[in-house]
């Protein structure tokens, strides 16, 4: 039997417009219509994606969906990156949604286990980002985006500025497959600094009531790093940076990077490192990098999203940044993520949770908090056919056919705040699937993946490890006074430590009682500010001066 139409989608979406047609001016519409509209364009199974990344929110939509009248529009199937806001739950508890597909959740986690628990969420699948966006284009097309922007002009047309992030990825795949995009911008102006995204890809503008929510998601008050976590930084730079050669790289979020990266000045310095080592990142413009910028190590950035301070200072560094004619950071996520994964050379991350084959996550008991990008980063892409040295160093074979193989490096601490081991026997995410139904347990990155595990103790190389056992022996031998360090043996340390498989302090030519705080290039934030000659402006709750 033939198809008797093939516009059914256009002709629905049209369809939905045209009920709204009375609220609009243009593809303006007034905030206290947005309630009224939603309930409209949005239909009972619908699909709908709502920006809200790791740092910026469509806050003013969010609320707006909880308001809606449960009885017109429910079981909806949200998709979103980041579950951050209460409201991204509440939707859920209020049965207007069901279903979700997401990446991250960790100011939610929680909430999230709990409702799982009571039967309130279902969980389609937890996905890296990457993943996320890729599917929006497969199975998970979107019925309906709810979206954030800086400006639009009357036309439509949508300024993104430095918060570009996933906008532009989550408009395309609901645009070109007939699906309605809704944004709520800061403001309308008569002409926008430069255009981001066309007006022909978008349906409603609406002009929110207060700027969308942007957290300071990856600053880290330098007066906070331990000494511990500089000893730990001084052992990844001298045992991994240096030792492979390594200039392309990802840092994830937290303390251990931080310090890394207020160590290149000075430390680095010292040992005759710059320009031979972390010269291109793809990064979030990380605050506690300035002076490393400042000093001449960085030669380029490319971010994933903008962070909240940094905006004068990125747009004064277009040398480093990648920035539009108006001077703005331009990032985007979707191809930070494809770089992270096959263009830079290491990632450097952290975990709650590693078990003895160094399978690591930070679902821990009570708390499903998902992935976001560090799988992405954190794995050994086989798909990579281009070479570097960092990447060549790690062949461990005279097969003619090897392939090199991207650094994956874990560093923490063995112990968390409040004595929790972070070495475990066996990963909480195990029994969380369980719990929430999960076809696979929630690992963040897998043990074949991780090439390297920095601690206080020393530096694994398991990527030279012989067999499983011997990974095991070397994960134990730098997994201190946790359960699993304690299966390790002097002599089993020491076979480890002549093989060059585990490296200790003095093994790298380091004096644990050389890492002092001294050796940071900035001690506080105001120290970053100076660096910065004024131009990074940070949250107010940074500001102790």
Not at 83 to 103: C, M, V, Y
Not at 321 to 328: A, E, H, K, L, N
Not at 393 to 422: C, H, W
Request: net charge negative.
């Amino acid at each position: 039997m033939s198809r008797t139409s093939w516009t059914t989608k256009r002709d629905e979406k049209n369809r939905r417009i045209k009920n709204i047609t009375h609220l609009m001016n243009g593809v303006i519409l007034k905030k206290e219509n947005i309630v009224e509209a939603l309930e409209s364009l949005l239909q009972p199974g619908d699909r709908v994606v709502l920006e809200g990344d790791n740092q910026k929110q469509a806050s003013f939509l969010s609320t707006a969906l909880t308001q809606v009248d449960a009885a017109k529009v429910n079981k909806l199937h949200m998709v979103m990156s980041s579950i951050s806001r209460p409201d991204h739950l509440d939707i859920f508890e209020k049965g207007i949604a069901q279903k979700i597909d997401f990446s991250f959740s960790g100011p939610q986690s929680l909430r999230v286990a709990q409702m799982i628990e009571d039967g309130k969420l279902e969980v389609a699948g937890i996905h890296t980002y990457l993943e996320l966006y890729g599917r929006l284009f497969i199975d998970l097309i979107p019925n309906v985006a709810l979206v954030a922007a800086d400006k639009a002009d009357r036309f439509g047309n949508l300024y993104t500025g430095p918060n570009t992030e996933e906008t532009p990825t989550i408009i395309e795949a609901t645009a070109f497959k007939d699906g309605i995009v809704i944004v709520q911008v800061n403001e309308i102006v008569d002409e926008l600094p430069r255009i981001d995204i066309p007006a022909s890809w978008v349906d409603v503008i609406v002009e929110a009531d207060q700027p969308y929510q942007l957290e300071a998601l990856f600053t880290r008050d330098p007066k906070m790093i331990t000494e511990l976590q500089i000893l730990i930084g001084m052992m990844t730079i001298r045992g991994v940076y240096e030792k492979h050669n390594v200039q392309s790289l990802n840092h994830g979020i937290g303390f251990n990077t931080a310090a890394i990266e207020l160590l290149l000045p000075t430390y680095g310095e010292k040992l005759g490192l710059k320009g031979k080592i972390a010269t291109n990142w793809v990064l979030n413009p990380h605050p506690t990098l300035i002076p490393a910028i400042e000093s001449g190590w960085v030669e380029t950035v490319h971010c994933f999203g903008g962070e909240v301070g940094m905006e004068a200072y990125c747009a004064a560094r277009p040398d480093i940044f990648f920035t539009g004619r108006d001077g703005s950071l331009r990032s985007n996520r979707a191809f930070a993520q494809v770089a992270g994964q096959y263009a830079v050379d290491m990632f450097v991350g952290s975990t709650l949770q590693m078990d003895r084959n160094a399978n690591s996550s930070t679902v821990v008991s009570g708390r499903l908090a998902g992935f976001g990008g560090a799988p992405n980063m954190g794995h050994d892409p086989h798909g990579r056919r281009h070479s570097s040295a960092a990447w060549l160093d790690l062949i461990t074979s005279d097969d003619p056919l090897a392939q090199g193989r991207k650094l994956v490096v874990q560093t923490f601490e063995t112990f968390q705040n409040g004595n929790t081991p972070v070495f475990v026997e066996t990963l909480d995410a195990i029994e969380v699937a369980k719990q929430a139904k999960l076809a696979t347990a929630p690992i963040m990155i897998y043990g074949n993946d991780v090439t390297h595990v920095v601690t206080e103790e020393g530096v694994a190389y398991i990527y030279k490890a012989d067999g499983e056992e011997e990974r095991r022996k070397a994960l134990s031998a730098i997994a201190g006074v946790t359960s699993v360090g304690m299966e390790s043996s002097s002599g089993a340390i020491s076979s480890l430590r002549e093989k060059g498989i585990v490296a200790y302090p003095e093994d790298l030519g380091i004096r644990r009682t050389d890492a002092k705080r001294s050796l940071l290039a900035a001690k506080n934030v105001q120290d970053l500010v100076e660096w910065s000659g004024g131009l990074y402006n940070p949250p107010s709750r940074f500001k102790n001066w």
